[in-house]
């Protein structure tokens, strides 16, 4: 079975710092692959996704995240934190084709410093 | 993208009582749409996924009998919680997967007394 682990639970960065959030994930097959944000009150918003081909992939707000296969890794990065980005960051893995089930890591809560 | 809305967006209940959550697409007819819950400061974790006019594929350690779902049309999966314990105080989300992107309602916050 698949999984996921974030090892941070919480990251506290300054606003214009640079930002990694890690992910590892454990699958059998090519993984599908996700970064979803999480605000309170707000529901789950896709940042990016992974499913083949350039294994550098460009999400919305400015994200970006690398597939390494060889450390099974998938790892969320932002060159620029901004105040708004403070949220719950989930990585997650699907599986079962068109219609994948996801399997998310615990989830990573960043913090942004003025 | 696909738009999914779930009703009531909380809810809170006598223990004992059961309570149904809904999840609608609004604009895509969806075969397969999924249940999730997340408990607080927690991932999210699958329950089942819920396949319109048939029974729905429980997740291995999720009562059946204890959370039915109901998928009856394209745009409609139900999930009520029967004889709901506090230990059922949850965030429910359901989704559906459209054009390779899965897209997430609001989320139902169940509140057991």
């Known amino acids: 079975a698949q999984s996921v682990t974030q090892p941070d639970i919480h990251i506290t960065v300054s606003e214009g710092a640079s930002l990694e959030l890690r992910c590892n994930y454990s699958?059998?097959?090519?993984?599908?692959l996700f970064w979803y944000v999480q605000s309170p009150g707000q529901g789950l918003q896709l940042l990016l996704k992974y499913f083949s081909g350039d294994t550098l992939v460009q999400g919305i707000k400015g994200f970006e995240a690398e597939f390494k296969r060889s450390q099974s890794s998938f790892n969320l990065r932002k060159p620029s934190v901004h105040w708004s980005d403070a949220a719950e960051y989930f990585c997650?893995?699907?599986?079962?084709?068109?219609?994948?089930?996801?399997?998310f890591g615990k989830g990573t809560l960043l913090t942004v410093n003025p | 993208g696909a738009v999914v809305s779930q009703h009531p967006s909380w809810v809170i209940c006598k223990s004992g009582t059961s309570v149904k959550i809904e999840c609608r697409s609004l604009d895509f007819q969806a075969t397969t749409m999924f249940w999730y819950r997340q408990f607080p400061k927690q991932s999210l974790m699958l329950m089942a996924t819920?396949?319109?006019?048939?029974?729905?594929?429980?997740e291995q350690g999720v009562e059946k009998d204890k959370f039915l779902i109901n998928h009856a049309s394209l745009t409609l999966s139900t999930l009520t919680v029967t004889s709901a314990h506090p230990e059922d105080s949850s965030f429910y989300i359901c989704s559906l997967t459209q054009g390779g992107e899965q897209y997430f309602g609001p989320g139902t916050r169940l509140t057991v007394t």
């Open positions: 997650a893995v699907g599986s079962g084709g068109s219609n994948y089930k996801l399997t």
């Open positions: 699958y059998g097959a090519t993984p599908y």
């Open positions: 819920s396949n319109e006019g048939s029974k729905a594929t429980y």
